[in-house]
């Protein structure tokens, strides 16, 4: 019997599928037996910050119940927000558009109050958001929903200091 010999017949094709093929497995070989660095990850640094909300269309006993001290915390996902430091109550408004003079103005509500509340917290971050107790991400115009001792109301963050 005659045997023929065994002979590889290869296209360009298939020696790129192939050439493809021993590249990756190699990458996979180098990348699970190199050592791998431990990066360095700066923790971030917890400061004390205030921010003001303000509770709009609020109702007048709202004046007497909200007072420094009070601890707050988000109605919505219950993370805590932070220690109330200042209350300023005033005259109730609403943004609107005023069809005579056309132009977008501050009306008054009548037997309503606005309640800007000013809080303590510690927070992480950066300066596009704060985090709030490392949880709650807090930025100037975001809407909040807050829950105090006896009260509950929603509102706009209107400052951070920090």
């Known amino acids: 019997m005659d045997q023929q010999k065994f002979r590889l017949r290869l296209n360009l094709f298939d020696s790129i599928v192939l050439l493809l093929a021993l590249l990756a497995g190699g990458f996979l070989v180098w990348r699970a037996a190199a050592p791998h660095q ?19 269309r609020a109702l007048p006993i709202l004046e007497e119940i909200v007072q420094p ?54 927070a992480t971050g950066d300066d596009s958001q704060l985090l709030i107790n490392g949880s709650y991400a807090l930025r100037v115009g975001d809407k909040i ?14 400052a951070i200091e920090r």
């Open 38 to 56: 431990t990066e360095q990850v700066a923790l971030p640094q917890t400061q004390q910050v205030r921010y003001t909300i303000r509770l709009t």
């Open 69 to 122: 001290g009070q601890t707050v915390t988000d109605s919505a996902r219950n993370n805590a927000l932070g220690t109330v430091v200042e209350v300023q109550c005033e005259p109730g408004t609403y943004f609107t558009l005023s069809e005579r003079e056309h132009a977008w103005i501050y009306a008054p509500v009548p037997d309503r109050i606005n309640v800007n509340m000013t809080i303590e917290a510690n």
């Open 145 to 158: 929903y807050v829950r105090g001792p006896g009260y509950i109301g929603s509102g706009d963050v209107i």
